[in-house]
């Protein structure tokens, strides 16, 4: 089946995808701009988007509730609210206000996360086909390019406020659209078994591959410009790249997926994105750098999604909210511990060896999939 075919039975959620991609790529492309206006150092500032990280714990645990009281509508509300949230850290005067419009940010990231990533296994269960990469990379197109337009409107001066304010007339637009069918499912005797240990070990996969996302995000800019002594639009092009190059990967996951078992794609996955971040790293000119987190945001664009659909896939039905959940609330750990260790460990040594501590962690992912895969037979899609 193609891409198009795809992307016309997930259309509601690749939406909320791409809304989540346009609202982080912004900012990620935003962070040298925010942090010189509150004055923070690397650690005061890794801290301080602790509180995006508490807002998305926080959200985890609820949006199995908010999403069996909204329904159908739990999405198009996740997605405008988070256009909403955005507006706010760029404007935030103190690191306080600051700490608090992130975890405004957080709470409604990690609602319209959890509930369009359940829309995306219950899709993937009654189409009978593998549908998470291609949403994630969505995400990933959308990210990237709104970091190159962020750059752009940066160039030309304009504040934060006033992009964030054009995305969520944009999504505004859009949420009609991502209004869609709720399925249910009641639950049986067996249902009391609750999958703990397959939620556990793909949980801790999301978990690195999203605090190496959240590395080159958060990083990637301030490490061209500061590190390497980049513009202002250069700095951008380092999260955009991250972007583009994790829509490839996905889009090439979701096209291996119906063809090659998950086990070798997650290894060499996880070999390429740690490699990739040490080139990055330790790169001599913004170039290198380019090619670094290229070649990790390829490598890293299909852990976290392989992970949550084969969790959605192999929990029982009326369980795969909580199961998603769970899951996202283990790998959500990644943007908690993420910020502030890159920070502290900059901070003490250099933004360069921060990031190789990243890519070290990458080395975890196989042990972890091995431990998956022997606490619970894992079938491919």
Request: glycine content about 12%.
């Amino acid at each position: 089946m193609s891409l198009r075919s795809g992307l016309r039975l997930s259309r509601a959620p690749a939406l909320a995808f791409a809304t989540l991609g346009l609202c982080w790529g912004a900012f990620a492309a935003f962070v040298p701009v925010i942090k010189a206006g509150l004055g923070a150092s690397d650690a005061l500032f890794g801290a301080l988007l602790l509180g995006a990280s508490l807002g998305l714990l926080t959200a985890m645990w609820l949006a199995p509730l908010v999403d069996a009281r909204l329904g159908r509508f739990a999405l198009p509300a996740g997605a405008v609210s988070l256009t909403v949230a955005f507006l706010m850290p760029g404007i935030a005067p103190t690191a306080l206000a600051f700490a608090a419009a992130m975890a405004a940010v957080g709470v409604c990231s990690g609602l319209c996360d959890v509930v369009m990533n359940a829309r995306v296994s219950e899709i993937e269960v009654r189409a009978r086909r593998s549908l998470m990469n291609l949403n994630h990379a969505m995400f990933s197109f959308a990210y990237a390019a709104a970091a190159v337009a962020t750059g752009l409107a940066r160039e030309a001066g304009l504040p934060p406020v006033a992009v964030f304010a054009g995305i969520a007339l944009v999504v505004a637009l859009a949420a009609p659209f991502m209004v869609v069918r709720v399925e249910t499912a009641e639950a049986g005797p067996e249902d009391a078994r609750f999958p703990a240990a397959l939620v556990a070990w793909g949980g801790g996969i999301v978990l690195v591959a999203f605090l190496v996302e959240n590395a080159m995000e958060g990083w990637s800019a301030l490490h061209i410009e500061r590190t390497l002594g980049g513009g202002a639009a250069e700095g951008a092009f380092g999260p955009a790249i991250l972007g583009l190059t994790m829509g490839i990967g996905r889009l090439s996951g979701q096209l291996m997926a119906e063809r090659v078992r998950e086990t070798p794609v997650l290894v060499g996955a996880s070999a390429l994105s740690g490699a990739g971040m040490a080139l990055a790293a330790f790169a001599p000119t913004p170039g290198v750098a380019y090619l670094g987190f290229g070649l990790s945001g390829l490598g890293v664009s299909v852990l976290a999604p392989m992970a949550l659909a084969l969790v959605g896939k192999h929990a029982r039905p009326s369980e795969r909210t909580r199961a998603i959940s769970r899951a996202a609330v283990i790998g959500f750990l990644g943007f908690f511990i993420g910020p502030p260790m890159i920070g502290f460990v900059s901070e003490a040594t250099s933004l360069r060896i921060a990031l190789a501590l990243v890519a070290v962690l990458l080395v975890s992912v196989p042990l972890m999939l091995a431990a998956m895969l022997r606490g619970r037979e894992v079938r491919a899609f």
